[in-house]
């Protein structure tokens, strides 16, 4: 056992372990661990600050450097051949009477270059781990986001704000549903999936558009009064029970009207 002397009325004494300075070599370690077991478990390592008034604060950093890179800080558990893996937890105190402490991850930051990145990595197996997020009041998850899942159907509200952009994106399917409707407040809705296409410029009387939208060009350029034409549209999304709205253009001397509009599998 080695401790600090007291002291009366002062500060208590205090213990410094240090390894030995090199002037050109690597400077000495200091290692702490705990002894071995044949068959039980092994002895713990225990660093805390005494309880006091105010308990004392617990520093672990590495040293400054002048030219090279600082050294790292690791926090690791060991390897376990037929158990669990060994955990990590890294936790603040709760308070009766004021705010509980908070945890904060600060990366490096950088004078000219990049600053730092914060990565969180579950762990690698057949079924990959995620990142979960945990309701205090109850300890039940809320939200979860793993390499397949951004889940956060455990709450009634998410909310995704910017004073720019807001950008989400699908290489296959997006789909929105909600129970009661899907309301876009009195925001203009813009920028549809839309093209163009000319009536004949392939087959007569034939056109195709394979877009939600577009606008169509007659291969009739002088249609007589109470004439019609008849024009075949295919596209790959519509289906026998998609409902087609169609809106005829005109001019001061001609107002078309639409007399039938029929679908059926891509056209």
């Keep these: ?20 300075s090199s002037s050109s070599g690597t400077g000495g370690s200091v290692t702490v661990s705990s002894g071995t077991s044949g068959s039980l478990t ?3 390592v225990t660093i805390v600050t005494a309880n006091s008034g105010t308990s004392g604060q617990l520093s672990l950093s590495t040293g400054s450097t002048s030219s090279g890179n600082s050294g790292d800080l690791l ?5 376990a051949s037929s158990g669990t893996g060994g955990a990590v937890s890294v936790s603040v105190g709760s308070s009766s009477s004021a705010t509980g402490g908070s945890i904060s991850l600060q990366a490096g930051s950088s004078s000219n270059l990049t600053g730092g990145s914060i ?7 057949s079924t990959g781990g995620a990142v979960y997020f945990v309701k205090p009041s109850t300890g039940t998850n809320f939200g979860v986001i793993s390499d397949s899942t951004f889940d ?5 509200t998410v909310s995704i704000d910017s004073s720019g952009t807001v950008q989400i994106s699908s290489s296959t399917t997006m789909t929105l549903a909600a129970s009661t409707g899907i309301s876009m407040g009195g925001s203009l809705v813009y920028d549809f999936e839309s093209d163009t296409g000319a009536v004949g410029a392939s087959t007569a009387g034939e056109v195709v558009i394979n877009k939600m939208a577009g606008v169509i060009t007659s291969e009739s350029t002088s249609l007589p009064a109470s004439s019609t034409d008849s024009i075949t549209f295919f596209n790959s999304r519509v289906s026998a029970t998609s409902v087609v709205l169609v809106t005829p253009g005109y001019s001061s001397n001609c107002v078309p009207v639409v007399q039938k509009a029929s679908t059926g599998n891509g056209q």
Excluded: K, M, Q, W
């Design 75 to 79: 926090f690791s558990t060991g390897d």
């Design 152 to 156: 956060f159907s455990g709450i009634s």
């Design 1 to 20: 056992s080695v401790s600090g002397g007291t002291g009366g009325s002062g500060s208590g004494g205090s213990v410094n372990f240090s390894g030995g």
């Design 42 to 44: 092994s002895g713990s």
């Design 119 to 125: 990565y969180l990595r579950p762990g690698s197996a």
